[in-house]
């Protein structure tokens, strides 16, 4: 839980300094890696057999139209399906799973990237179809960053939640700052612009209600009465309304709660499983 949290939010901290070097040491503009996608992946292929459709998915604009599309991943190639009702079309091979991965405009082109930590450093597939590139050097791995443009700069963050508070690296390539503190990690948050601001803010969930942080530095806000958790959710601008929605896979039945505060609609069926 979130206690006074907006009261405490400060730029800087000086236990950034204990973490900022073993987290990052580089900035983006490196050399395009030559290698394809395919072999860097640390993904096992074995575990994207699953009866759990959403674990295989991730959210993005990977079109730059400004609706969110939904990225399939199978172990052996990553698939798009353009506003969540195309059929799944091909985007590139590669065994990295979603669960590898963290989605976001790293370059500022409105189009979706895939950044993969492989716990010595960072690489960005740009648009989910070129060959990696390595990014920054960080041991922190995809399952532990929270991606968002938490500046408001076009260009997406990440944030990473330790414990005990929130750290962000702007564009993913700069030290960590202190953002906030909070005991909710990021491995159980999702973010996203709920109130149109062009600036993300952050989702949990608690078993019974949705609750958001608006800028990921405000007291939690009651959004929504559901039992759904977050790892069970996708969160994305479907509708193209500059207000993120609630995506949620069952069985072969896709669904979503446009602005996260209304019922569901079943908006597509797949084959995929």
């Keep these: 839980m979130i206690r006074n949290f907006a009261s405490r939010v400060t730029q800087t901290t000086p236990r950034f300094a204990l973490l900022s070097a073993a987290i990052?040491?580089?900035?983006?503009?490196?050399?395009?890696?030559?290698?394809?996608?395919?072999?860097?992946?640390?993904?096992?292929?074995?575990?994207?057999?699953?009866?759990?459709p959403t674990s295989r998915i991730k959210v993005g604009d990977f079109n730059g139209d400004g609706r969110s599309d939904i990225l399939y991943t199978n172990g052996s190639e990553w698939l798009v399906s353009f506003g969540a009702t195309s059929?799944?079309?091909?985007?590139?091979?590669?065994?990295?799973?979603?669960?590898?991965?963290?989605?976001?405009?790293f370059n500022g082109d409105r189009r979706s990237d895939v950044l993969v930590g492989t716990g010595s450093e960072w690489m960005v597939s740009l648009g989910a179809n070129t060959n990696w590139?390595?990014?920054?050097?960080?041991?922190?791995?995809?399952?532990?960053?929270?991606a968002g443009d938490y500046n408001g700069d076009g260009k997406t963050d990440v944030l990473a939640g330790t414990g005990s508070e929130w750290m962000v690296s702007l564009g993913a390539n700069t030290n960590w700052q202190h953002f906030a503190f909070s005991a909710t990690t990021s491995a159980v948050l999702q973010a996203a612009d709920f109130n149109g601001d062009r600036k993300a803010d952050v989702f949990a969930?608690?078993?019974?209600?949705?609750?958001v942080s608006l800028g990921a530095n405000t007291n939690w806000q009651h959004f929504a009465n559901s039992a759904t958790m977050v790892d069970q959710l996708k969160l994305g601008d479907f509708n193209g309304d500059g207000r993120a929605d609630v995506f949620y896979a069952s069985?072969?039945?896709?669904?979503?709660?446009?602005?996260?505060?209304?019922?569901?609609?079943?908006?597509?069926t797949t084959t995929a499983r």
């Design 87 to 105: 059929p799944l079309t091909h985007s590139a091979f590669s065994a990295a799973l979603a669960s590898d991965m963290v989605i976001g405009d």
């Design 133 to 146: 590139q390595h990014f920054a050097f960080s041991s922190t791995r995809a399952a532990d960053l929270l």
């Design 251 to 268: 069985g072969s039945a896709w669904f979503i709660s446009y602005g996260g505060n209304t019922d569901w609609v079943m908006v597509a």
């Design 24 to 52: 990052l040491a580089a900035p983006a503009a490196c050399t395009v890696d030559s290698q394809d996608p395919q072999d860097l992946e640390s993904g096992d292929t074995a575990s994207a057999v699953t009866t759990d």
């Design 205 to 211: 969930t608690t078993g019974s209600e949705w609750r």
